[in-house]
C-alpha cells in the first residue's frame, strides 16, 4: 500500500511540475501570431560585368538576363526577384523617360497611403527609392539616372505574397532588400 501511495504522490509531483506559473522565461507559450524568420543573405556585393554602368548586387542573390538590358537579381531564400531595367537615352528624351517611369511607379503605388522616399546621389547618377509596405507585392521601386544618357529603373517583386498578408511579416524582407537597394544605388557608376 505505501508503494502505491509514493508512485501517486510521484506522478501528481511530476504532473504539478510540468505546470508553469507564468514567470517561467523558457516556458514554451503559443504566440497569437507567427513572424517569419528570415535568414539575412549578408552584405557581400558583387559587380554585375555585363552591363554598360557598374551595378553591385548581394552576392548571395542570383543575376539572370531575361532580355537586353534588363537584369533580374533574384533572393530564392527570401522569394524576392528584383527587376531591374536599363535604358540607354539621350540629353533630348531624358526627362520623357524619366516621366514614364514615374508614372509607372506612380500606377504600381495606386492608392497607398503611406509611402517614403530615399534620395541618394553616386558618382553622376541620382537615384530615389519609393518605399510602399502596403502595396505587399511590391513594396520597394526605384528609378535612377545621370541625367544625360542612362535611365535604370525597377521594382521588388515579392512572390509568394498574399493581400492578407501581414505587413509587419514582410519588414524584415522588405529592410533587407531596401539595404541592398541603397548599396547598389549609392555605387553606381559609369563604366
Not at 35 to 54: E, I, M, W
Not at 177 to 185: A, V
Amino acid at each position: 500500500m505505501t508503494i502505491s501511495r509514493i508512485i501517486c504522490c510521484l506522478a501528481l509531483t511530476a504532473m504539478l511540475a510540468g505546470c508553469s506559473d507564468g514567470r517561467s522565461k523558457t516556458a514554451a507559450v503559443p504566440r497569437p501570431t507567427a513572424y517569419p524568420r528570415v535568414a539575412d543573405p549578408g552584405t557581400r556585393y558583387v559587380t554585375v560585368d555585363s552591363l554598360p554602368v557598374n551595378l553591385s548586387v548581394n552576392a548571395a542573390a542570383t543575376v539572370s538576363h531575361p532580355r537586353p538590358r534588363w537584369l533580374d537579381v533574384s533572393y530564392p531564400d527570401l522569394h524576392v526577384t528584383l527587376h531591374i531595367s536599363l535604358t540607354p537615352t539621350s540629353a533630348g528624351e531624358i526627362e520623357s523617360v524619366i516621366a514614364n517611369r514615374s508614372e509607372r511607379i506612380a500606377l504600381n503605388v495606386a492608392d497607398v497611403s503611406s509611402t517614403g522616399e530615399t534620395s541618394l546621389e553616386s558618382d553622376g547618377f541620382s537615384a530615389v527609392i519609393i518605399t510602399s509596405p502596403e502595396t505587399r507585392s511590391t513594396p520597394l521601386q526605384f528609378l535612377a539616372h545621370d541625367g544625360d544618357s542612362w535611365v535604370i529603373s525597377g521594382a521588388a517583386f515579392f512572390s509568394d505574397v498574399t493581400p492578407e498578408a501581414s505587413i509587419d511579416s514582410l519588414a524584415p524582407i522588405v529592410s533587407i532588400i531596401e539595404r541592398d537597394l541603397i548599396h547598389t544605388l549609392s555605387n553606381l557608376t559609369h563604366k
